[in-house]
């Protein structure tokens, strides 16, 4: 009797144990986000239950140092030690943690959230977790096309470059008709704006118009040159240098005469003008010496006045 009643409590506690027993559930495939915009990290218990008593933390496996995400906790957020990156832009939908969805929204998603994400919910009796794939899509800028000069066979060099794509893109050139044409070196870097790549092509004969194409699954961003229809020349390209050179001097000559003809009439003014100024300076010592013999003439014919009437005074006395 007695091992029976063992065996009873024994079975009764692996069932209550079992009863305990739940699944953290996520996502089977990799989670797509789009750089710039929100997404929701699915994470949720199985069978449902409420997850308001429990802790969740939501936390990067793959990260050596700080690793916190998210923390739910004694029925509160507690984001003390949380990533920088991560700050302000985290949220667990509380209502929804009555219902088992431990899911996590992330704003404003950035190329560095790109990674593995763990789910992990704690109970006082059982724990379990669920890994989360995140894959950050990010549309870089235009391309832009440079010319990076000839080359002894008259070959024009092309250069397209385009910056802060996420995974990293396929660049490709092609002519006017459409058809691809290879690249001749390639290179691709990556920082924490994303994938930057920059393809060189050699171009002997025009097609017109070329084009340099950057792609991304549903993206595609694109920007074209158009070539002269003639064989490339570097000899031309000396000649019309030359010719800009020689067309510069001739304009520099022209410019150095015309201010030496302007230099030679100034100092001919200048010796006009001192002439009429020595004119004026005679004409005023002329003025000044008629001047003074009108007072000389005006003062004898006051005395002589002045003579006559005391001579005539004289006499009648």
């Known amino acids: 009797m007695k091992f029976i009643c063992l065996t009873l409590l024994i079975m009764c506690g692996i069932t209550d144990s079992r009863s305990e027993q739940y699944d953290v559930v996520g996502p089977v495939d990799p989670v797509f986000a789009v750089a710039g915009e929100d997404v929701i990290l699915p994470c949720s218990v199985k069978p449902n239950i409420s997850v308001v008593d429990m802790r969740v933390e939501w936390f990067r496996s793959e990260l050596k140092d700080s690793q916190l995400v998210h923390l739910y906790e004694d029925h509160d957020d507690r984001n003390t030690e949380q990533i920088q990156s991560y700050r302000e832009r985290t949220k667990l939908n509380h209502q929804e943690l009555q219902r088992g969805n431990a899911s996590l929204k992330l704003s404003s998603v950035q190329i560095s959230d790109e990674g593995r994400y763990k789910c992990f919910i704690q109970s006082e009796s059982w724990y379990n977790d669920a890994t989360v794939d995140v894959s950050v899509e990010a549309v870089g800028r235009p391309p832009v096309i440079t010319v990076d000069g000839f080359d002894d066979s008259g070959g024009l060099h092309l250069q397209c470059e385009s910056k802060g794509w996420n995974p990293e893109p396929d660049l490709e050139w092609l002519d006017s008709e459409g058809a691809i044409l290879s690249s001749e070196t390639t ?68 410019l150095m005469a015309a201010f030496i003809q302007k230099n030679r009439k100034h100092d001919q003014l200048l010796t006009e003008k001192s002439r009429i100024q020595g004119e004026c300076d005679n004409l005023q010592d002329d003025i000044g010496r008629i001047q003074q013999g009108e007072f000389i003439y005006l003062l004898f014919h006051y005395l002589f006045k002045v003579f006559a009437f005391f001579l005539h005074l004289h006499l009648h006395l």
């Open 187 to 254: 290179e691709t870097h990556r920082n924490t704006e994303g994938f930057s790549v920059k393809h060189s092509i050699t171009v002997h004969h025009s097609v017109g118009k070329i084009h340099c194409r950057v792609k991304l699954r549903n993206h595609k961003l694109e920007t074209q040159i158009i070539t002269s229809n003639k064989r490339f020349n570097p000899w031309r390209t000396s000649i019309i240098l030359i010719s800009a050179v020689v067309l510069l001097i001739v304009i520099a000559g022209m």
